[in-house]
């Protein structure tokens, strides 16, 4: 598998960086290089795993898109794509210069290429919102009734700023005394979270943590 040379990192984590000690940063940025390398990493802090697992379907997609087109120049080589293309820039060029006017309806064939190639973007929404909910699901303390849970995320109009949203504000709670006491036996259902959009609950006190926890990804 081709190793991409580069990848992207938007504006919009900013916020994500902000919110993560200087040490929980030095350790996400660490492991955003290891996943890119397909390297092994450990993250020590809380803080630094969570906002990684908000990150990583992002940086999944942005792979998977680089493969996507790696894959697509190969084989248009190998069809001799570049000089399909040339000719068929020379063709339009001859249209044009006896000044046609005429316009092309679309055939039947361009209508279903359309209506496939919307099938795909709605399967490919349809896959990366699953795997935004599996990486929920991965992080949430009380993971009862799965089912359920995916129903109320799939009602959610997710974008990449309320996934990071849920995700910081889940970080948190999991912090609280709340969360934390009798085993996490207050911890809410995670539908019951997800359609409560408890995501929006107010901060409250954060208990200490006496201790970080290794976490292998």
Wanted: hydrophobic share 30%; glycine share 4%; with cysteine.
């Amino acid at each position: 598998m081709t190793k991409p040379k580069a990848f992207t990192m938007f504006r919009s984590w900013k916020p994500t960086f902000d919110a993560l000690s200087d040490e929980e940063a030095g350790q996400l940025i660490k492991k955003i290089f290891s996943w890119h390398d397909e390297e092994d990493c450990v993250i020590e802090e809380r803080g630094a795993y969570i906002a990684f697992v908000g990150l990583e379907p992002f940086l999944r997609i942005n792979k998977n898109r680089y493969l996507e087109t790696c894959e697509t120049n190969r084989t248009n080589g190998k069809k001799g794509g570049v000089a399909n293309a040339k000719r068929k820039v020379a063709k339009g060029s001859e249209r044009a210069a006896k000044g046609s006017e005429r316009v092309a309806k679309p055939s039947h064939k361009d209508k279903d290429k359309d209506k496939d190639k919307d099938k795909d973007k709605d399967k490919d929404t349809q896959r990366h919102n699953t795997g935004l909910f599996e990486f929920f699901w991965k992080v949430y303390p009380n993971k009862k009734a799965k089912p359920l849970a995916k129903t109320s995320w799939e009602k959610i109009e997710m974008d990449e700023t309320l996934y990071r949203k849920i995700m910081e504000a889940l970080k948190s709670q999991m912090d609280t005394r709340d969360w934390q006491k009798e085993n996490g036996k207050y911890i809410p259902h995670p539908a019951t979270w997800l359609n409560q959009e408890r995501w929006n609950d107010e901060e409250v006190r954060v208990v200490k943590k006496t201790h970080s926890n290794l976490i292998r990804i």
